[in-house]
C-alpha cells in the first residue's frame, strides 16, 4: 500500500503543453468507459494445476462512481470464464489525487469440473464473487490497478479510460 501510494504522489499526470488541465472521471469529470487488460495474475499457492491467467473487460460509470462491469478470462485452471458485476469507485484515496479504490460485487461463470470446489458456493460453474482493487493514475486516462481475487492471488491490470 505504501509503494502504491508513494508512486501516486510522485508520477505527474500527463497533459497537454497549452491546454489547461481537464479533470477525468477520477477528478470528476464524466469519462463512461473503462478497458481492463490483465497480463498476470499472482497466485498465493503454487498449486501444479494452475495455468496463464488473461483477462479482458469493460466497465460502464453510469451514475458519479457507481459503474457495471463484466470481463471474459481464463481462469486459474485454462477454462474460459466470465464475470458481472456492479461496484462503486472512490476517488483520491487517503488523499492522494492519483489513487482509487474499487469494490465490486457479482456473479462469476466457468469453474467447472474438476475445479468446482475452487471457488467457495459453486453451482453448476456460477457462483457469486465480492472483489476490491486499488489503483493508481499514470495519467488522467490510463491507470495501473491491483485487484484482490479473494484469498487465491491478485491480478495486476493496465486500465484505459474513455
Known sequence: ?????????????AQAQDAPAVPDSAFGTPSKWELMLSPYTLHYSKETDYSHVYLIGGEYYY???????????????????GVGYVGYRWDKLLGYERLYGKAMAGIM???????????????????????????????PKDALQVTMLGSSGLMFSYNRRF
Open 1 to 13: 500500500m505504501a509503494l502504491v501510494a508513494g508512486i501516486a504522489a510522485h508520477v505527474p499526470l
Open 63 to 81: 451514475s458519479g462512481s457507481w459503474m457495471v462491469g463484466g470481463a471474459y478470462f481464463s481462469n486459474s485452471f485454462g477454462q474460459d470464464s
Open 109 to 139: 461463470y466457468g469453474y467447472v469440473a474438476p475445479y468446482e470446489d475452487k471457488v467457495p458456493f459453486n453451482h453448476n460453474g456460477w457462483s457469486p464473487i465480492i472483489s476490491l482493487a486499488l489503483g493508481v493514475l499514470v495519467t
